[in-house]
C-alpha cells in the first residue's frame, strides 16, 4: 500500500508538471546541460530521489565498523573511482564535475550530509538514473561493503582539507 501511493504520488507530480505550467517553471533554460538548474527543478529531483529509495534502504545501518584502516580503504576506492567526477575533496569542483547536468554536489555540504547513511548507500549502489551519477555495487546490497565503507568516507569529507584545483597539475 505504502510502495503504492508513492507511485500515485510520483505520478501526480510528473502529471501536474508535464502539464505545461511546471515545464515552463521547472525547465526554465529548455532541455540544455549548461544551464544551473532551478530551484524548482533541482526540489523536485531530490524530493523524487527520495521518494523512489525504499524507506527499509533508507533506514539501514553502517555493517562496516568504522575504523582508520576502513577509512584509507575507502579514501582509495573514492581517489580511484569517484574523484574524477567529485573531486578528491568531495566538493565537486572538477572538469566533469562541474559541467555534468545535473551538477555533482559538494558533499562536505548539509544538503549532502543531511542525507541518512542508508540513502548515501543506496545512491552509490544502484546510481541515479537520468543522471551521470553511475552504479558501483557489484552483487547484491548485502554484499556490498565497499559502498558502506564509502559512507564512511563521504562522512568524514568534511573534515578533509580543501583540494587545490587538479585540473591545473596535469603535466
Ligand atoms: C561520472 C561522474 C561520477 C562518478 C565517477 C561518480 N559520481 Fe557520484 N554523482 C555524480 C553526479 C552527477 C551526481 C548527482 C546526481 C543527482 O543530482 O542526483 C552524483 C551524486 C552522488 C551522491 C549523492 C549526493 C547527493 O546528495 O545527491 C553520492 C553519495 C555519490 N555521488 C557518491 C559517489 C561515489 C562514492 C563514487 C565512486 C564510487 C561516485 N559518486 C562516482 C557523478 C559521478
Given amino acids: 500500500m505504502r510502495a503504492r501511493s508513492r507511485i500515485v504520488l510520483v505520478l501526480a507530480v510528473i502529471v501536474v508538471f508535464a502539464g505545461g505550467l511546471g515545464t515552463r517553471v521547472v525547465l526554465r533554460g529548455g532541455v540544455s546541460a549548461r544551464?544551473?538548474?532551478g530551484p524548482a527543478e533541482a526540489f523536485l529531483a531530490r524530493r523524487?530521489?527520495?521518494l523512489a529509495i525504499p524507506r527499509r534502504a533508507r533506514t539501514a545501518r553502517n555493517p562496516v565498523p568504522l575504523t582508520d584502516d576502513v577509512?584509507?580503504?575507502a579514501r582509495e576506492h573514492f581517489l580511484d573511482h569517484c574523484s574524477t567526477c567529485h573531486g578528491t575533496d568531495g566538493r565537486g569542483d572538477t572538469p566533469i564535475g562541474r559541467n555534468l547536468y545535473p551538477r555533482v554536489?559538494?558533499?562536505?555540504?548539509p544538503a549532502v550530509q543531511s542525507l541518512a547513511d542508508?540513502?548515501?548507500f543506496y545512491v552509490i549502489h544502484n546510481g541515479v538514473r537520468f543522471t551521470g551519477?553511475?552504479?558501483w555495487g557489484d552483487g547484491t546490497p548485502e554484499d556490498d561493503l565497499d559502498s558502506w565503507r564509502l559512507v564512511h568516507f563521504i562522512r568524514h569529507l568534511p573534515h578533509e582539507p580543501r583540494a587545490e584545483h587538479p585540473e591545473h597539475h596535469h603535466h
Avoid: K, S, Y
Fill in 71 to 73: 577509512l584509507a580503504e
Fill in 48 to 50: 523524487l530521489r527520495h
Fill in 35 to 37: 544551464d544551473e538548474p
Fill in 133 to 135: 551519477m553511475p552504479a
Fill in 105 to 109: 554536489p559538494d558533499m562536505t555540504t
Fill in 118 to 120: 542508508g540513502e548515501l
